[in-house]
């Protein structure tokens, strides 16, 4: 059940009312009533997962109260690896034992030892990695103290598996979501039109900006050996465009849908394209994940602390296990590799921590050096993401050779019977949009909302791209 | 809540009515193209006479030369759709008569699309938009499975078919961009291609015995005395023996064979569709068994 599809429109309405008007009583059957939805939501992918789901959020129930039980530092220990190894034991066989077998027969080919790997006949569960990180999280903020364990399963059981950030997030924190879904929720009519607003922008995103920029980034990709150096460089933008609607769309749907059911989640996009380095776009671009991999990873490495080569070390250990996260392949491996290696000048200047503040921009010559800086830093995420979606690496490294060799840079006509140039106009005003709204969460808000939610409810339904559906990319993850 | 709900329904009467408008919008657009494809040249015209009329799937498109019958004095048109099925040849027919065409001769392509009574989703679309306007269209997509919500949901079936009949066609034909498809009279030639796929495995696929729309087009011409001439054209060699062609002449004796007319991979650009030389010569035997003209 996609959030974009006639299922969900059936689903979120009848959810909503039973929520508010018979579940509404107090806050442990309103909890009730989610997890119910929330298990019925992921069974309608596969209903088998569901027990894989319940499993991994009894372990983390159960482990986070034996360590804050724990007498002995040992028993807390066990407890406290107990659930780490079971959790990555549990993405390990389902997301990457494949990859592992495989690349290690290839090593014992290339160096002349004949082997077949015996390869797994699984499907990866969708959310694992999304729930088994709400898990982690969870059991080492209770090993380092930092937070209490959640005694009540119900309560605990949503936190994991609350519909919205299910499959593809954001990744809650305990901090954050236990103690809303510890209170009852009382409905507040603003904080429904504000989730109103960052669901059709969501699907504006989605389906007219990430759904359309896909047509023409398969048809770029696909046949990249046959067309010119501007469609090569049109495709890796049509590319940048399509992960950026697809994801921070889903994540602008999930947030909108919680508000209505009056919880709040973490924002997982902050206008990234609009970064004037690298290390600003991690901190505009999956924010949950970047965010985690900085508390539960970068920082117990010793994060910038120690030195120099510490914190080279660090900084591509996260960026690595980062692009690993996305998915077992080399691609994903050297995508994170890559933007490790566009935030060193950065880190080893330590100017990593410049751009926090929101772009201004003013008639003089540092807007246009601002100006320049927000396109390198694009152009540098889309050279990322060639190999983001590239099949292989020898793929991604001959597509941006061709760009290079092949030195055409006119209109072609492609593979999908459309003109390479046809999507500027609209990707020109999704960030024109974008550009003017980027000190708000969503662009309907605000002035004249009811003009601009109709035009947004226009622009998917006339712009929209439905014929040639595509499931939200995250959610392969 | 209560401000909530109200809230609600007025978006949902927003949303129907930028659907209703949005309809309108984009079935005017189509309503006055005149110079983007097949169907709209037929569903926005007026009485004409043609000697031949050419209908069929790609295998009708890409293999009749209808300047060929020109230059042999027969007014033609080739009005076969690449994709298309006989579910498209048979409505575009009735359309004509429709329009109150006169017609001497209809040449339909029936071989492999003798094997569905489906429509080709993505050549049907193109009729859509005109489904408030014709009776004839509406009538045609009666019996299929979502006739209702195209027929009765404002945009649906623009949404559905965005790819055909989306913003984009609609925006195209609103600014009458023109297309290459009705260049030729219809017909459209192809390359012989290095590379060109000549395999093509038709063992398992056998022609329905009673085509409902195969005889439609038949009866259609029958009431209107319509020459009707049923061909099947040449494949490539790979598929010879594989006695499609038998199975068909079986169940449909009346229909031509000239599935050994061009035999030679040279003349075909993949396995279904010949190049334009192998059309060419395709084209002279079909204008000399029939129409007499070498």
Redesign the interface.
């Known amino acids: 059940m996609f959030f974009n599809s006639l299922a969900f429109a059936i689903f979120l309405p009848i959810v909503f009312f039973l929520y508010w008007f018979v579940f509404n009583k107090n806050k442990s059957t309103q909890n009730a009533l989610l997890i119910v939805a929330s298990y019925y939501f992921y069974s309608c992918w596969d209903w088998r997962f569901l027990f894989l789901l319940v499993f991994s959020t009894f372990l983390d129930y159960y482990t986070g109260i034996q360590i804050e039980k724990g007498k002995s530092e040992k028993s807390r220990k066990f407890w406290f690896w107990l659930s780490i190894l079971v959790n990555l034991g549990f993405l390990g066989i389902f997301k990457y034992y494949n990859f592992f077998a495989s690349s290690f027969s290839e090593l014992l080919n290339t160096i002349g030892v004949k082997a077949s790997p015996i390869l797994l006949e699984v499907i990866l569960p969708v959310g694992i990695s999304f729930y088994t990180f709400h898990g982690l999280s969870y059991v080492i903020d209770i090993y380092y103290k930092r937070i209490k364990a959640e005694y009540n399963f119900v309560d605990y059981s949503l936190f994991v598996s609350y519909f919205p950030l299910l499959v593809a997030g954001p990744i809650e924190r305990a901090t954050h979501l236990l103690p809303q879904v510890k209170v009852k929720r009382e409905f507040n009519f603003q904080t429904a039109k504000e989730g109103i607003y960052q669901i059709v922008w969501g699907l504006v995103k989605k389906v007219v900006i990430a759904d359309t920029c896909a047509v023409y980034a398969n048809a770029i990709f696909d046949h990249y050996t046959s067309v010119n150096s501007l469609s090569l460089i049109l495709g890796a933008v049509y590319f940048a465009f399509q992960i950026y609607g697809d994801f921070s769309g889903y994540s602008d749907i999930a947030l909108g849908v919680s508000k209505l059911f009056g919880l709040d989640l973490l924002r997982n996009f902050n206008y990234p394209y609009f970064s004037r380095d690298i290390a600003e776009f991690w901190r505009r671009w999956h924010i949950s994940l970047s965010s985690w991999f900085r508390d539960y990873l970068y920082i117990p490495l010793g994060g910038s602390k120690g030195g120099i080569w510490m914190k080279i070390r660090n900084t591509f250990i996260i960026f690595i296990v980062s692009g690993f996260w996305h998915g077992a392949n080399w691609t994903y491996v050297v995508w994170g590799f890559i933007n490790a290696v566009y935030f060193l000048p950065l880190l080893l200047s330590d100017s990593n921590r410049n751009n926090i503040d929101t772009v201004q921009l003013k008639f003089n010559f540092d807007s246009v050096r601002v100006l320049m800086n927000i396109v390198l830093t694009f152009l540098l995420t889309c050279v990322a993401w060639v190999f983001f979606r590239a099949k292989t690496i020898t793929d991604a490294v001959l597509y941006l050779k061709t760009i290079v060799t092949n030195g055409n840079f006119s209109s072609q006509y492609l593979d999908n019977e459309r003109y390479n140039y046809e999507l500027l106009p609209m990707i020109a005003l999704f960030v024109l949009v974008e550009w003017n709204n980027r000190t708000k969460v969503e662009p309907i808000s605000g002035r004249r909302s009811m003009l601009k939610l109709a035009i947004a409810i226009a622009v998917i339904i006339a712009l929209g791209t439905y014929s040639d559906y595509k499931e939200f990319i995250y959610f392969q993850f | ?1 209560k ?2 709900l109200i ?2 329904v ?2 949902i009467v ?2 129907a009515l ?2 209703v408008i ?1 309809d309108a919008l984009y079935t005017l657009a189509f309503m006055q193209s005149r110079n983007r494809g097949k169907v709209e040249t037929v569903v926005n015209s007026k009485a004409k006479k043609f000697d031949v009329i050419i209908l069929g799937s790609s295998r009708a498109n890409n293999h009749f030369v209808a300047q060929m019958f020109e230059d042999k004095g027969l007014k033609t048109f080739n009005y076969g759709m690449s994709g298309g099925h006989l579910f498209e040849a048979s409505l575009m027919l009735k359309l004509m008569i429709e329009r109150k065409y006169t017609i001497k001769n209809v040449i339909l392509e029936a071989d492999l699309n003798l094997s569905n009574e489906h429509q080709a989703e993505g050549i049907a679309a193109l009729f859509l938009p005109y489904i408030h306007n014709s009776e004839t269209i509406r009538k045609h997509f009666e019996n299929e499975e979502d006739y209702n919500e195209l027929y009765y949901v404002p ?1 649906y079936r623009y ?6 009949i ?3 066609e609609a925006f195209l034909t609103a600014v009458h961009k023109k297309t290459g498809i009705l260049d030729n009279l219809g017909y459209r030639g192809l390359e012989k291609h290095k590379n060109g796929n000549m395999k093509n495995n038709i063992v398992n696929l056998n022609p329905l015995p009673h085509n409902k729309y195969y005889e439609e087009i038949k009866n259609i011409c029958k009431a209107n005395n319509i020459n009707f001439i049923s061909v099947m054209t040449p494949m490539c060699e790979n598929v010879k023996g594989m006695n499609y062609f038998d199975k068909v002449k079986k169940a449909y004796p009346e229909i031509y064979n000239y599935e050994n007319v061009v035999t030679e991979d040279k003349y075909f650009s993949s396995c279904g569709h010949m190049s334009d030389a192998g059309s060419k010569v395709f084209t002279a035997r079909i204008l000399k068994d029939f129409f007499g003209k070498e």
């Open positions: 809540m401000k909530f809230y609600t007025k978006i927003i949303t930028i659907a949005l945009f949404i559905k078919y965005d790819g055909k989306g913003f984009r």
